[in-house]
């Protein structure tokens, strides 16, 4: 066994070899050329950030948490949010919670499910409620600037199942879902506030496809030359934009901002607008991802500036993580765990007069055969 693991390691080293040397090829060349086209909204593919926050009072962060458990006969899930808002930046910081400091999670039972997919789609649509629920609720109560949501700006299209998964129970809450999103857009289109999506273990490609879609182009119309980039071809579709971007980002930079699908299902009126950018604003971790919707705001350009400027100290906090302070705050309120769960199910087996034992669908055991 040892042998073959020996071979594999040997071969990961040399590709990840080859990916190094070509990456620190083309950072050389991308300091020579600001050639970048649709849908980047900058010529230049690495850009600074801005190192400070003038001018701003508050920042939010929000984030979710859930926990769910199979019964027999049933399914139980728990979830909940908390946005947190600093008043202040440095070392005089007020933190104001929303609900509260430790709000008591929601509760939802139902008979059993029709299936694993069906459960799990449940539960992160239930969080994701919660969480732009409580956003909402956030602007309205301490009227920031920025609010940052833990994960994407906006929910996926593959969140929502399709009309051969789709059963009632989906259909109602992802219907509350969306309609909770919009009212989300309305209350910060109405205030100003600009909403950002900070995606802390991204395994997207948006980046190195578009790059991979680009680079014919610009050979063939003179701006690049092809063996001063040879071997793109056989790079870049092995590589995840995280990946792609810990070579070529320093600290204080990020990729240029690229344009990406808002979701289908926003009215017109809103006019939105999806961009991302790979951010570094720190040297020990590797970059987070991070998206801002863009609807009708005023001031979109000046507000953008502000989040990354708030996102460079925000993320200075002395670990070894780029993930903005505010969003680990959050986190830290909102998590749940099976600590949480356990008195509601033995509340469940007092009322049913059942043991828990006999509820539990997986009961623990140990085979004895040798």
């Known amino acids: 066994m040892f042998d073959a693991l ?13 990916q190094f040397n070509w990456i620190q090829q083309f950072s050389d060349l ?19 950030m801005p190192d400070s926050i003038p001018s701003i009072t508050r920042i939010s962060g929000v984030d979710g948490g859930v926990v769910s458990e199979a019964f ?48 799990s789609r449940i539960s992160t649509l239930l969080r994701l409620l919660v969480e732009y629920n409580v956003a909402t609720e956030t602007i309205k109560t301490e009227n920031p600037t920025i609010l940052f949501l833990d994960g994407k700006v ?47 273990d991204s395994r997207s490609r948006t980046l190195t496809n578009e790059l991979i879609q680009q680079i014919p182009q610009w050979i063939r119309d003179g701006k690049l030359k092809s063996e001063d980039i040879k071997g793109w071809s056989k790079i870049l579709p092995e590589m995840l934009d995280q990946n792609f971007t810990n070579q070529i980002l320093r600290k204080g930079e990020r990729t240029a901002w690229q344009e990406i699908p808002a979701p289908n299902w926003l ?10 950018s790979l951010i570094r604003p720190i040297t020990e971790d590797r970059p987070i991802k991070i998206e801002v919707l863009l609807t009708n705001l005023e001031n979109n350009d000046n507000i953008i500036d502000l989040a990354m400027g708030a996102l460079s100290v925000l993320s200075n906090h002395g670990l070894p ?15 749940l765990s099976q600590e949480h769960l356990e008195p509601v199910i033995n509340q469940i087996s007092i009322s049913l007069g059942i043991a828990k034992d006999q509820l539990r669908k997986r009961r623990a055991f140990r085979s004895t055969l040798s």
């Open 6 to 18: 020996n071979e594999i390691i040997e071969r990961e080293r040399l590709r990840l070899q080859e």
């Open 30 to 48: 991308l300091k020579t050329i600001n050639i970048m086209d649709k849908p980047f909204a900058e010529p230049n593919l690495v850009n600074s």
């Open 72 to 119: 027999s006969g049933f399914d139980v899930i728990l979830y909940r949010a908390v946005g947190v808002t600093f008043h202040g930046i440095g070392d005089r910081v007020q933190a104001k919670y929303t609900p509260n400091f430790d709000p008591e999670p929601k509760i939802f039972l139902t008979p059993s499910l029709s299936s694993r997919f069906e459960f």
């Open 154 to 200: 906006a929910p996926l299209n593959s969140d929502f199942s399709d009309i051969t998964t789709r059963t009632k129970a989906l259909a109602q809450i992802e219907s509350e879902v969306k309609e909770a999103y919009r009212d989300l857009i309305n209350v910060a289109d109405d205030n100003n506030v600009l909403i950002c999506g900070v995606i802390k």
């Open 267 to 276: 009215p017109p009126k809103y006019n939105a607008k999806v961009l991302t």
């Open 321 to 335: 993580n780029a993930i903005p302070t505010i969003i680990i705050e959050a986190d830290d309120r909102t998590r």
